[in-house]
């Protein structure tokens, strides 16, 4: 899973990179505008994974992993002088979610580019940019498919699919052209599958991060409203966060103590950003590894075997399954079976979260 950070000049995004990532990049009171990125890949806290590597002692222990990406060269109007085009729309394009950082307290350090500290109208502002980013690309393709059909009659099966995919983007277009990002769209599924390829922007599951600085509330409501799918916001007090990142875990419990911190940002933005992507873990253990594995809500048995390797999809022939806190209680998966907790399951079963694994599979 990759995160894409974003945010206005100033708006405290590498602070906030620094803090999740306990990274050291440099954080300054001014903001080049240039093209930059950081990227960093920490392993998700999971309690469950720490439990079962201490029960099965394995040579490896393996979390599930998501990198963050700071993403730099983002302002109001880049969209319109065509700057959202190239690396930049790249980097933003291969990620799976947004975390738009928005300044939400007031520094006399770092001046606000606009003049005043405005949530609202700062989230609005990249927003803005994003959505304009689609409805260039939605114009183009319009256009250029208007061209293909008034230029050849060609197959009726090919005319009819290039007329419904006009269809289908006359609606993105007048949900654009009134600031209405695509994620807010009532889509089918198979809608859904028909825009993938287009990497929206305004499409991806946003996480709104509030920076609230030392003494700010945490309470999101309290600053601004976000309505939109796909979309949640919370609060970090940043440079709280970034110092105590760099302690020594003793000291950074102390000291989060000390300022009514219950627990890393990074815990709650993960938890969030899980949410936000319907995503899950399911573990496979062992003698030799106990590991956290992550796929989407509702997956198949099958698909699982899939994330572990293509070779136990193609050749799956069942699942035995058992939920980690069975497991745990029984203290061995001879007992788990003993006691009935241990199933076979087949292709089309549904995962849950906290699933263990094997897979028995034959090539």
């Known amino acids: 899973m990759q995160i894409g950070i974003v945010g206005l000049p100033n708006s405290t995004k590498t602070t906030v990179f620094n803090a999740l990532t306990r990274s050291q990049v440099e954080t300054s009171t001014f903001s080049s505008g240039q093209l930059e990125t950081h990227a960093a890949v920490i392993s998700v806290p999971d309690d469950r994974v720490d439990r079962l590597s201490k029960m099965f002692e394995p040579r490896k222990t393996t979390y599930a992993c998501i990198q963050y990406n700071d993403i730099a060269g983002l302002r109001v109007g880049i969209g319109r002088e065509g700057g959202l085009t190239g690396p930049l729309l790249n980097l933003l394009a291969q990620s799976d979610a947004l975390l738009h950082v928005v300044r939400a307290f007031d520094d006399p350090r770092v001046a606000h580019p606009n003049g005043s500290v405005d ?66 769209l009532d889509l089918t599924a198979q809608e859904a599958k028909r825009l993938r390829g287009y990497q929206f ?102 698909e699982a075997a899939g994330v572990i390797h293509s070779d136990l999809a193609r050749g799956f022939i069942r699942a035995e399954v058992v939920s980690t806190e069975h497991l745990l209680e029984a203290g061995s998966l001879a007992e788990a079976r003993r006691r009935g907790q241990l199933r076979l399951e087949g292709r089309d079963y549904a995962v849950r979260d906290g699933d263990i694994l094997t897979i028995r599979f034959n090539v």
Not at 155 to 167: F, G, I, L, P
């Open 201 to 302: 922007l305004s499409e991806k599951p946003v996480l709104v991060m509030l920076n609230v600085g030392d003494d700010g509330d945490i309470d999101p409501d309290h600053h601004i409203s976000y309505q939109h799918s796909r979309s949640a916001v919370i609060c970090l007090r940043g440079g709280l966060e970034m110092e105590i990142a760099r302690l020594e875990p003793e000291e950074a419990e102390l000291f989060r103590n000390e300022y009514g911190i219950e627990e890393p940002g990074l815990n709650r933005l993960i938890r969030a950003s899980y949410h936000l992507l319907d995503l899950q873990s399911f573990f496979t253990v062992g003698d030799d590894e106990v590991r956290a594995w992550t796929i989407r809500r509702g997956a198949s048995a099958v």
């Open 119 to 184: 949530p609202a109208r700062d989230l609005a502002a990249l927003d803005f940019e994003f959505i304009f980013s689609d409805l260039v690309i939605v114009e183009r393709r319009i256009e250029r498919l208007e061209h293909d059909l008034a230029r050849k009659r060609g197959e009726y099966v090919e005319r009819q699919a290039a007329e419904d995919e006009r269809a289908l983007l006359e609606r993105v277009r007048a949900a654009l052209e009134t600031e209405k990002p695509v994620r807010d």
